[in-house]
């Protein structure tokens, strides 16, 4: 299903229809028709996902896979892209290293994709491993290292050339300057990140000497119709380079047809395969320029076959998954959900700090929901954890002092109510309002005794938000990283913490969890 369709100057088509006619008998026009396909933020998906709207068995790569075919098949001069965020997410993909997703991508031929954010996550060792096996250029020209740091990574390349029917094309990529505010420094190694604006006034000029008819641009970044920001430079970049041709976003998760920057176009085509990102594009070779631009995005739902190809190579791995999510870990004696309450406390957010406070050396735990899934009455499996952890994230502890701690608390709870605020695990704590805002007294620990005021105490927290959680918590960053703090990357997953105390714990109850916590 196409969701939206918009198709850019027919004005250009028709002013461009009375030159060629004018000059026709010196040099007539050739149109060469480009079909450009593009994808973004897959996260390991090879089978279908449930959209954000609550929509189930809506995408994944085994459907987007045969429309790819199909498309190549009947549209002229394809080129296909992906704009990152390509491996992590899934436990195929996890259980192969994100090399499922390399194999997908080299069967497809791929012509390029951007490294996103989360290709950290999983350290340099498997993002170099998945840049080696990707046949495509990975792209990322605002990646690098100091002068006279050898990289940690093999070549990224900041732009590729391709060319269909003699029109060359180039395919500058970028990701988000985002990346060190939500990956702790043992994530990147020696890798920095440039803003996008001052990466491409220097690559610009190089890119002009290859006399490129078209310039695409691939960012792991999304527009923001409010306006950008640390991690989204989309408006600076068509306002500082208006002459590039097409946009492709990611990052943000956004599906967006066709969206008109100036004279460029920017097109997203979502997330989890749910989309594919479809543009017909017309280029006068006597003009020099595009004169059509059709822009759609094609929803992959169950009438979309999966592709026979992929099921061959995978189905294997893929029933050993299946067959792994179905193992029971425990019980719960009633459902168990991530409450928003005045505490920012609740049973799955009091689980997961439960689970960290068993896995690591703390005192405190410091953590949120990770999710909206909850945990209905009866057998917990495998399947349930990856519900409520949808992402890797390794815990740290911070030996802080008291008032550190208030810092840290006033500073999550200046944020909106959310079940993912992180709320206390083993202290308690009381609100006293003020003409100046909330302040904090009364700290005790679980055996009610009063914290001291000169102790430093373990808190343990998760490297998202050691790194600052996207820039929300930056005195977070800023008092675990002063030496005094002595913060340690444990090395312990939260999905793994959360899994071993499934497992320990023969069954959940939703009181028994909120014993410790504040009471309204």
């Known amino acids: 299903m196409v969701i939206e369709t918009n198709i850019r100057g027919w004005k250009v088509r028709a002013l461009a229809g009375f030159v060629v006619t004018l000059w026709a008998s010196v040099a007539p026009a050739r149109m060469v028709n480009l079909t450009l396909i593009h994808t973004t933020d897959l996260h390991g998906h090879l089978r279908p996902a449930q959209a954000y709207d609550g929509r189930d068995n809506l995408g994944g790569m085994l459907r987007v896979s045969s429309r790819i075919r199909s498309l190549r098949a009947t549209s002229p001069n394809p080129i296909l892209v992906d704009c990152g965020d390509v491996f992590q997410g899934t436990p195929e993909s996890l259980r192969t290293d994100g090399l499922i997703m390399a194999a997908v991508m080299n069967r497809l031929g791929y012509d390029a994709w951007v490294v996103g954010n989360h290709e950290f996550d999983w350290g340099l060792d498997a993002l170099s491993e998945f840049i080696t096996a990707t046949q495509a250029p990975a792209l990322g020209a605002n990646l690098y290292t100091r002068e006279g740091i050898e990289s940690a990574l093999p070549p990224i390349a900041p732009y590729t050339m391709l060319s269909r029917e003699g029109i060359r094309i180039a395919v500058i990529g970028l990701t988000t300057p985002g990346i060190p505010s939500w990956s702790r420094p043992y994530l990147l190694g020696p890798t920095l990140v440039e803003h996008s604006v001052e990466t491409l006034r220097t690559l610009m000029p190089r890119v002009k000497t290859e006399k490129p008819d078209l310039i695409f641009l691939l960012v792991h970044q999304g527009y923001r119709p409010f306006g950008d920001d640390h991690a989204n430079e989309v408006e600076a970049i068509h306002e500082a380079f208006p002459e590039i041709d097409v946009i492709l976003g990611g990052h943000t998760h956004q599906a967006?047809?066709?969206?008109?920057?100036?004279?460029?176009?920017?097109?997203?085509?979502?997330?989890?395969?749910?989309?594919?990102?479809?543009?017909?594009?017309?280029?006068?070779?006597?003009?020099?320029?595009?004169?059509?631009?059709?822009?759609?995005?094609?929803?992959?739902?169950?009438?979309?076959?999966?592709?026979?190809?992929?099921?061959?190579?995978?189905?294997?791995?893929?029933?050993?998954?299946?067959?792994?999510?179905?193992?029971?870990?425990?019980?719960?004696?009633?459902?168990?959900?991530?409450?928003?309450?005045?505490?920012?406390?609740?049973?799955?957010?009091?689980?997961?700090?439960?689970?960290?406070?068993?896995?690591?050396?703390?005192?405190?735990?410091?953590?949120?929901?990770l999710s909206p899934a909850c945990l209905e009455a009866g057998p917990v499996t495998e399947a349930d954890v990856w519900n409520l952890i949808p992402y890797e994230n390794t815990i740290g502890v911070a030996w802080l002092t008291l008032s550190e701690i208030q810092t840290l608390l006033a500073e999550v709870r200046a944020g909106k109510t959310s079940i993912h605020r992180h709320a206390p695990y083993g202290f308690t704590y009381t609100i006293v309002d003020s003409a100046s805002g909330e302040t904090y007294a009364g700290f005790q620990d679980a055996a009610g005794v009063p914290l001291h005021p000169r102790k430093r105490y373990r808190v343990a927290m998760n490297s998202y938000v050691l790194a600052s959680g996207g820039t929300r918590y930056p005195q977070v960053r800023r008092l675990v990283d002063q030496p005094i703090a002595r913060l340690t990357m444990t090395g312990v997953d939260t999905r793994d913490a959360v899994r071993q105390y499934l497992r320990q714990h023969p069954s959940l109850d939703p009181e028994t969890l909120m014993k410790g916590a504040i009471r309204p």
């Open 256 to 369: 967006i047809a066709s969206q008109t920057l100036g004279s460029t176009v920017y097109a997203q085509a979502g997330y989890y395969g749910i989309w594919l990102g479809v543009m017909h594009l017309a280029y006068d070779t006597v003009a020099k320029k595009l004169v059509s631009v059709e822009s759609t995005l094609e929803e992959m739902g169950p009438d979309i076959p999966d592709d026979p190809q992929l099921l061959d190579a995978w189905g294997t791995l893929l029933s050993e998954v299946d067959q792994s999510m179905q193992e029971v870990l425990t019980r719960a004696e009633a459902s168990l959900c991530p409450e928003t309450t005045a505490w920012d406390q609740s049973p799955i957010q009091q689980l997961i700090c439960a689970a960290i406070a068993e896995a690591v050396d703390t005192d405190f735990v410091l953590h949120g929901a």
